[in-house]
């Protein structure tokens, strides 16, 4: 006896919508930097370096957004008398 997932209906149409060009072609746009965001996220930075939640969430806010940032400077963020802009 053969028994399906209740979401069995679900994933296969979500499989099928996968193979076609709507969605193939902004995924390969997108994954490659979202793989290398998180790359960037962890290098380094495996184990976790404080006791307790709260310093260990501050440390990865921090971390995230100084790789923000540096990913904008490396767009071309610039300040000017506008004030800030992707050049």
Known sequence: MITLHAHHGLLAAARAYAATDAFTKPYKQHRP???RSIAWLVRGSRRLRYRGTDR???WLGHR?????????VNLGLTHGPDGWAIA
């Open 64 to 72: 995230a957004a100084v790789i923000n940032l540096k990913r904008l």
């Open 56 to 58: 260990n969430q501050l």
């Open 33 to 35: 930097m979202v793989e």
